[in-house]
């Protein structure tokens, strides 16, 4: 598979040409990648209106992905988030469906945001052993909630945070029953399509999805596409890159965009990467957990680990593991999130020889307390624009929340701008060290 836009980028820097155009440092290493970031020129294609170059290497993904449509992002996932739910609001309109989203709980904080700025109605699908998952736990209630609801769309994310997957077949085949629209949060899961039997949202029967390339690919950080099904309206098609254009930075990163050029022919030879190291982290996985350590999650390519039956917490764990060089994605009390590649097979020797090294001490007992939907007092936009006040979680409960407090890693709010705080958050805030938040003036 060729990669256009590299091949050009190439091109221009061996002219040694006198650069008159942005960017400032005019190709010159200051960082080191300097000759090879372009901008917007002549023969560089423009990505919110492609003729050239970048369509060329956006209709080879879309190829190699099995979509109907691919558009590159240079601002990571969250650009391509907003641009499902821009979208979907105008399937609402065009087709006469409910301006409405039926969302598992364990949304991204962009999903968030986006709400607050799209200004849409949100309706929950809860969150079910931890606040980072979401399953459905019953079908027929979900199908209930369809045929009441409505709704332009449902949203899920999957692989969540901890590597579980959902049934998105199923999902899909009740979302189109009733004419929804099912977006997928897809970020971890880019390689999902390359495996021996494919499962990425799209050969599920998802209509919309994003994927990051920077987190499951060798992809540059901020790299991340958005694919549209070969299913969906062509009018949806041809406005996803208007969707995208609208959050998007008018100077996207020309070097991410190579990134995800080189992406194509890497790609092609990923199912036998994949085939190669999947029987190996089944081998080393089996081992690890003869040593009494467990798993949780179905993902292949990532390790979530549950220290505590070992006497550990997540973070306790990862800390030993730094002592010893190997670090982590993300831990919290109850796991430990390892994420793993096939260009880095030696990996898998590392972590297991790290793992036998830390004896087992007496389980912890405690349980992470049980996530739930708390009272709306005024949606997600108002109380995001409201004025804020910080104060300690001790205080706060009967408030309600403002602006999210929320890291990345996960980047999953343990509650939501306009909901009440009430017992049951407050000691969600605590067990997972948060010690204040915004709340409404």
């Not at 977006?183 to 494919?198: I, K, R």
């Not at 690919?217 to 309206?233: D, F, M, R």
């Not at 994420?339 to 001490?361: D, G, H």
């Not at 912890?364 to 049980?370: A, E, K, L, V």
Request: aromatic share 8%; hydrophobic share 40%.
């Amino acid at each position: 598979m060729d990669t256009p836009i590299c091949d050009f980028v190439r091109g221009y820097r061996e002219k040694n040409p006198l650069r008159l155009h942005m960017p400032g440092h005019k190709g010159i290493p200051f960082l080191g990648p300097e000759p090879l970031d372009l901008t917007e020129m002549t023969g560089a294609d423009d990505l919110y209106h492609p003729e050239g170059i970048i369509a060329q290497s956006e209709e080879n993904a879309a190829a190699l992905f099995g979509a109907g449509m691919t558009c590159y992002s240079t601002e990571g996932s969250s650009q391509c988030i907003r641009a499902m739910l821009y979208l979907a609001l105008q399937y609402a309109h065009r087709e006469g469906k409910n301006p409405r989203i039926l969302a598992g709980r364990n949304v991204h904080k962009t999903f968030v945001t986006a709400a607050g700025l799209l200004d849409f109605q949100v309706d929950w699908l809860p969150a079910t052993e931890s606040y980072l998952s979401c399953g459905v736990a019953d079908w027929k209630a979900l199908e209930q909630q369809l045929r009441n609801l409505l709704p332009a769309a449902v949203y899920v994310t999957s692989p969540d945070y901890l590597g579980n997957e959902m049934d998105l077949g199923q999902l899909s085949r009740l979302c189109h029953q009733y004419g929804a629209l099912l977006l997928v949060d897809n970020a971890h899961g880019a390689y999902l399509h390359f495996l021996p039997q494919p499962r990425h949202p799209l050969d599920l029967g998802a209509d919309l999805c994003c994927d990051s390339a920077h987190k499951t690919l060798p992809a540059l950080t901020g790299a991340a596409y958005l694919h549209l099904s070969k299913a969906v309206p062509v009018w949806l098609k041809a406005m996803s890159k208007e969707a995208m254009a609208l959050f998007g930075s008018t100077s996207p990163s020309y070097l991410i965009l190579q990134s995800l050029d080189l992406m194509n022919p890497w790609l092609e030879g990923l199912p036998g990467r994949l085939q190669a190291f999947l029987p190996q982290i089944e081998a080393a996985k089996k081992r690890i957990a003869q040593m009494g350590w467990e798993f949780a999650g179905s993902e292949p390519m990532k390790w979530t680990l549950c220290p505590k039956p070992k006497g550990y917490t997540g973070e306790t764990l990862g800390a030993l593991l730094e002592a010893q060089g190997i670090y982590y994605e993300f831990a919290d009390p109850d796991f430990l999130v390892l994420m793993l590649s096939p260009e880095q097979p030696e990996s898998l020797t590392a972590i297991e020889a790290a793992l036998n090294t830390v004896p087992a001490k007496p389980a912890i007992s405690q349980t992470p307390p049980r996530p739930h939907i708390p009272q709306r007092a005024m949606s997600i936009r108002q109380a995001m624009l409201a004025p804020h006040r910080e104060i300690p979680v001790a205080e706060a409960q009967g408030e309600i929340l403002g602006a999210l407090q929320v890291s990345c890693p996960p980047a999953v709010p343990i509650a939501l701008c306009g909901e009440v705080i009430d017992p049951q958050v407050a000691e969600q805030f605590r067990y997972y060290g948060v010690e204040t938040c915004r709340v409404v003036k």
